[in-house]
T-cell receptor
Framework: AQKVTQAQTEISVVEKEDVTLDCVYETRDTTYYLFWYKQPPSGELVFLIRRNSFDEQNEISGRYSWNFQKSTSSFNFTITASQVVDSAVYFCALDMDSNYQLIWGAGTKLIIKP | NAGVTQTPKFQVLKTGQSMTLQCAQDMNHEYMSWYRQDPGMGLRLIHYSVGAGITDQGEVPNGYNVSRSTTEDFPLRLLSAAPSQTSVYFC???????????FGEGSWLTVV
């Protein structure tokens, strides 16, 4: 069965702290894709990153970085020097070649205090 | 850039009423889908389409109907609204499964 677990329901940090959001996934497929989306209080879904199962390189985009480890089935997301504008719910999702259903984690609510 | 457009943004329905949520995309994407998001949860797939004339059920299809007569449009119909269908609905599109999925802004539906 396919599953995405975001064990951290809510994280609260003070601005400028680094914070890591965890994502653990389950799938038997060898080809799959992992996503992170941001959902700010306004409600829209903002695409952050897509990673395929054959590319384990870590990625950095400004203050954002992602650590993909197939050995532990994890795709963690780190925000460096957090800002109040980073406050949002962050979702990790899994997509397989074998079907058309995107599997979502329950989301992590990130609160950045000034 | 229009991207994925959903209407209406907000709607209140009475139990038993029917309505259609509209979704249109201008990116020539073959794959379109509808999700619902309930409080404190991730998105769950209602129905999807891999091209004009082709639709299939997702995880939570009961009470909903879809059709895909053109590449651009993918309306979602609530046949007889129930309070359990109170949710936020997102339409999405992509070139193919596995590629970046683009979402509409969401439709907030309340059934009383």
């Amino acid at each position: 069965a396919q599953k995405v677990t975001q064990a951290q329901t809510e994280i609260s940090v003070v601005e400028k702290e680094d914070v890591t959001l965890d994502c653990v996934y389950e799938t038997r497929d060898t080809t799959y894709y992992l996503f992170w989306y941001k959902q700010p209080p306004s409600g829209e879904l903002v695409f952050l990153i897509r990673r395929n199962s054959f590319d384990e390189q870590n990625e950095i985009s400004g203050r954002y970085s992602w650590n993909f480890q197939k050995s532990t089935s994890s795709f963690n997301f780190t925000i460096t020097a957090s800002q109040v504008v980073d406050s949002a719910v962050y979702f990790c999702a899994l997509d397989m070649d074998s079907n058309y259903q995107l599997i979502w984690g329950a989301g992590t609510k990130l609160i950045i205090k000034p | 850039n229009a991207g994925v457009t959903q209407t209406p943004k907000f709607q209140v329905l009475k139990t038993g009423q029917s309505m259609t949520l509209q979704c249109a995309q201008d990116m020539n994407h073959e794959y379109m889908s509808w999700y619902r998001q309930d409080p404190g949860m991730g998105l769950r797939l209602i129905h999807y389409s891999v091209g004009a004339g082709i639709t299939d059920q997702g995880e939570v299809p009961n009470g909903y109907n879809v059709s895909r007569s053109t590449t651009e449009d993918f309306p979602l119909r609530l046949l007889s609204a129930a309070p359990s269908q109170t949710s936020v609905y997102f339409c999405a599109s992509s070139t193919t499964p596995g590629n970046t999925i683009y979402f509409g802004e969401g439709s907030w539906l309340t059934v009383v």
